[in-house]
Structure formats: C-alpha cells, structure tokens
C-alpha cells in the first residue's frame, strides 16, 4: 500500500512540473494560401475565392429586349383585368389535383363558400360567354325576322318633317357614331401591332431557340467544370487546412482546453495543492526515515536490555544457590525472565 500511494504521488508530480513548466504550442503556419486564392487564417475561417468560369466562354442569347410598341397600358390592362377578375387567387392546381383524386365533391360541399369567392371571376365570365353565344344571335334573328316580315325594324320607314330640322339630335348622332368609329379603328391599330409584333416573335423564333439551346450546353459546361474546381481546389485546400489543424492540435485544442479548466475547472487550486502536497510528503519522507531509524536503534536497545536483564536473573539465582541456607529467605527471582518484542 504505501509503494503505490508513493507512485501515485510521484506521478503527480512530474504531471505538475511538466504541464505547469511546457511552453505553450504554437501553429505551424498562421495563414494559408492555395493556388486560386483560396485562404484560412489561425482560427480556421476559410475566405473561398471566387469559382472562376472557363476561357472563351460566352452566352449568345443575352438578355431579350422587348417593345411593346405604346401598347403598354393596354397589356397591363388586360393583365390586371385577367389576375384580378378571373385568377385572384392564382391558378387553382389544388382543384386539378382534387379532381384527380375524386374529393372535389366533398371538398365543395364543406367549404362552398370559398369556392365561391375564388371562382366568382370565372362564374361572370361564364355568364357573359353565354349572353354572347345565346342572346346576341337571338335578337339579331328578332330584328331580322321584324326587318324581312313586317317591314318595321326600327320603327316606320319614313321621315317625320320635324326630325328634318332636328340639327342638334343629328350632330349628338354624329359625335356618338364618331366615337364609337374610334374606338373600332383604335382596336384595329392595336390588332394590327400585335399581329405585327407575333410576326416579329415568330421570325426571330429559330435564331432565339438555336441560342437559347446553345446557351444551355454552356451553361452545363460551365457547371461541370465549377462542379471539378469545388470537388478538387477547394477539397484539396479543405484537406490542407485540417491537416494544418491536425499538426496545431495542442494550439487549437489544448490552449481552449487549459483556459477553460484554468477558469471553470479549478485546475489552477487543485495544481497548488498539489505542490503543497509535494513539500508535505517531503517533511513526511524524511520523518518517517527519522522513524525508521529510530525503531532500529530501539530494537537494538531492547534485545541488549532483555540481555541484561535475564543475565542478571540468572547470576541472582547462581548466588542464591551458593549461599545455601545463609540465603534462606531471600526473594523468589525464578520469574525474573523479561521478553521484549521490538517489531509489536
């Protein structure tokens, strides 16, 4: 037992001394740098350059321009009229996937009041589809039919007297029919651009589509050879940088480690008391080798006591027995025999 509590408290030691006197390690580069710019300062924080593109690299298409030729607020007319009347809630590809799956019925039946506000765009575009398809060729079938079989379609056929002086009425006629002139050719014009435009559009629609598809294969070039710098450059610096890590361990690590003991652990008091230990364990070495040294002088003076002590026992007993009957009545000394056991 004590062989061991003194190879623990040697051990002790020397981890004191050698952890306590070691200078603190340093990193064996502070910065690093790669080929293509790539860099990691002390603490590890990678900058990545940025991912370079081939040479004589290029897209043709670029960025399309368009003209909308002054139909501007027209479009965004019809724009605004489409995604606010008929879309307000943006293309319904829930339903598509409801039908699909035969739960629109009971989908319908469960929420039908906000089926009604996301649809009531295309319920009044229904309702006007039909008054076109239906009415309008309807009455135009009733004026024919007054027109062709009773000669009375807007009325007599004739010209009262007093509607020949009438001035006013024909110019709010004419202002009227002028008008409405106008907003036809107008409509016309913008039919017209149009057409030309979608003319244009088509015309360009080769060279475009070659482009666009040409610029699709180098784009995919490019990817694939960003895709190699990313898995080769910037993996070999990565590796690179953990192995510098790897070599600074005792900076990166142990450092962050003794700090974090010195003011969490209590390692800095449980270190003092070690090397306080260490100079009590000193004292006690050299007293008990004091001790030692002191048992060995008394066993060696209790054998020499128990010696003379049954010595004399026995030369009281020779005189005794010389004496005869001149002695009768001296003390019994037959038990005069002393044993001492130094090691008890």
Same mark, same amino acid.
């Given at each position: 037992?004590?062989?061991?509590?003194?190879?623990?408290?040697?051990?002790?030691?020397?981890?004191?001394?050698?952890?306590?006197?070691?200078?603190?390690?340093?990193?064996?580069?502070?910065?690093?740098?790669?080929?293509?710019?790539?860099?990691?300062?002390?603490?590890?924080?990678?900058?990545? =350059?940025?991912?370079?593109?081939?040479?004589? #690299?290029?897209?043709?298409?670029?960025?399309? /321009?368009?003209?909308?030729?002054?139909? /501007?607020?027209?479009?965004?007319?019809?724009?605004?009229?489409?995604?606010?009347?008929?879309?307000?809630?943006?293309?319904?590809?829930?339903?598509?996937?409801?039908?699909?799956?035969?739960?629109?019925? @009971?989908?319908?039946?469960? @929420?039908? %009041?906000?089926?009604? $506000?996301?649809?009531?765009?295309?319920?009044?575009?229904?309702?006007?589809?039909?008054?076109?398809?239906?009415?309008?060729?309807?009455?135009?079938?009733? !004026?024919?039919?007054?027109?062709?079989? +009773?000669? &009375? +379609?807007?009325?007599?056929?004739?010209?009262?007297? /007093?509607?020949?002086?009438?001035? +006013? $009425?024909?110019?709010? !006629?004419?202002? *009227?029919? !002028?008008?409405?002139?106008?907003?036809?050719?107008?409509?016309?014009?913008?039919?017209?651009?149009?057409?030309?435009?979608?003319?244009?559009?088509?015309?360009?629609?080769?060279?475009?589509?070659? @482009?666009?598809?040409?610029? %699709?294969?180098?784009? *995919?070039?490019?990817?694939?050879?960003?895709? $190699?710098?990313?898995?080769? =450059?910037?993996?070999?610096?990565?590796?690179?940088?953990?192995?510098?890590?790897?070599?600074?361990?005792?900076?990166?690590?142990?450092?962050?480690?003794?700090?974090?003991?010195?003011?969490?652990?209590?390692?800095?008091?449980?270190?003092?008391?070690?090397?306080?230990?260490?100079? $009590?364990?000193?004292?006690?070495?050299?007293?008990?080798?004091?001790? @030692?040294?002191? *048992?060995?002088?008394?066993?060696?003076?209790? #054998?020499?006591?128990?010696?003379?002590?049954?010595?004399?026992? #026995?030369?009281?007993?020779?005189?005794?027995?010389?004496?005869?009957?001149?002695? #009768?009545?001296?003390?019994?000394?037959?038990?005069?025999?002393?044993?001492?056991?130094? &090691?008890?």
């Amino acid at each position: 037992m004590g062989t061991g509590y003194i190879s623990i408290a040697i051990f002790i030691l020397f981890c004191c001394f050698h952890f306590g006197n070691a200078a603190d390690p340093v990193l064996s580069w502070t910065a690093w740098t790669d080929s293509v710019g790539n860099t990691a300062n002390e603490n590890s924080d990678v900058v990545w =350059a940025p991912i370079p593109l081939p040479d004589n #690299t290029s897209y043709k298409l670029g960025a399309i /321009e368009y003209d909308s030729r002054g139909l /501007e607020p027209l479009y965004n007319f019809a724009k605004a009229f489409i995604n606010g009347a008929v879309f307000p809630y943006g293309v319904s590809w829930g339903v598509i996937d409801k039908i699909i799956n035969g739960t629109l019925i @009971n989908d319908v039946t469960e @929420n039908y %009041l906000d089926y009604v $506000k996301e649809f009531a765009g295309y319920g009044a575009l229904i309702v006007i589809g039909f008054l076109f398809i239906f009415l309008f060729p309807l009455i135009g079938m009733c !004026f024919c039919c007054c027109r062709c079989c +009773c000669n &009375n +379609c807007g009325g007599a056929m004739k010209q009262k007297p /007093e509607d020949a002086d009438n001035h +006013c $009425k024909r110019r709010t !006629f004419a202002v *009227i029919l !002028f008008v409405l002139i106008t907003f036809i050719v107008a409509g016309m014009i913008c039919v017209y651009i149009s057409n030309d435009q979608m003319t244009d559009t088509v015309t360009t629609f080769d060279s475009t589509a070659s @482009n666009a598809l040409d610029d %699709l294969v180098t784009f *995919i070039d490019i990817f694939v050879y960003q895709i $190699k710098h990313v898995a080769l =450059a910037n993996f070999n610096f990565t590796k690179d940088v953990i192995y510098r890590d790897l070599d600074s361990i005792g900076y990166i690590v142990g450092i962050p480690v003794r700090s974090t003991l010195k003011t969490s652990g209590g390692v800095d008091t449980a270190l003092d008391s070690a090397f306080g230990l260490a100079s $009590k364990v000193d004292t006690i070495a050299l007293a008990l080798i004091d001790l @030692n040294i002191s *048992i060995s002088h008394l066993q060696s003076n209790a #054998t020499t006591l128990e010696s003379a002590v049954n010595q004399l026992g #026995t030369d009281i007993r020779t005189d005794i027995t010389a004496c005869g009957v001149y002695c #009768t009545g001296a003390p019994d000394v037959s038990e005069l025999n002393v044993t001492i056991d130094a &090691n008890a």
